[in-house]
């Protein structure tokens, strides 16, 4: 095997790797709950997670995650494919933090005749 070949063999597998990781920034607040109501919000998806981390995970594997909730005293991790600055309100509630991703994804638009 010629050592071009096994260069483009190995470039082939380093970009493929690649592309399967990705990484989110969040902002979080703390004690403040997301919800969004509006005939424009995406319905959201709630799960059992242990704790923070694994919430941001669950938003990680979802491409169209924008912000995330975790209640420490229920562990229910909600994801939503809207974000506060867009649709939605935020309410005081302890116990209950409040994560939106930081840049690199578009927000959805409201097809909603209002």
Do not use: E, H, W
Request: aromatic fraction near 8%.
């Amino acid at each position: 095997m010629s050592l071009k070949m096994v260069f483009a063999i190995m470039v082939i597998i380093n970009s493929s790797m690649v592309q399967s990781f990705r990484s989110i920034l969040f902002t979080a607040s703390y004690n403040m709950n997301y919800q969004c109501d509006t005939v424009c919000c995406s319905p959201s998806i709630t799960i059992t997670a242990a704790n923070k981390q694994s919430c941001q995970i669950a938003c990680l594997m979802d491409d169209s995650c924008l912000t995330i909730t975790f209640d420490a005293t229920t562990n229910a991790c909600q994801r939503f494919a809207n974000s506060p600055n867009q649709f939605g309100i935020m309410l005081a509630q302890a116990s209950v933090i409040t994560m939106i991703v930081v840049g690199g994804k578009p927000l959805p638009s409201c097809k909603s005749d209002q």
